[in-house]
């Protein structure tokens, strides 16, 4: 975990921080903090190259937290290449579509 006081990274079994003396025990409450948070696990989805930045940064000290950015990143990429398939599908389908159109009303003319 870090400091406080100073944000200098201390041991997680430690009362007081070696830096600056301040105690920490008192002052970071990392199970309070650790929650899977929906807010994250959204702006993941819609930014998964953050929501894996927040991940590295959270997987340590805020597992839970970590988790739904990591999740929501994952569903984010995933529903993405989803959407790039559906999309390329659906153009050349209508492309496909298109030429057949094309086509009917040159053999009819
Ligand atoms: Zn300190």
Redesign the pocket.
Known sequence: MY??????E?ADIAAV??????S?ENKIKPIEADKSSFWFGLLSFIFPIVGLILFIIWKDSMPKRAKSAGIGAIVGVIAGIVLSILLTVLISALGFMMTEIIADSTYYM
């Open positions: 400091c406080s006081h100073c944000g200098k201390i921080c070696p830096a600056c003396g301040t920490v």
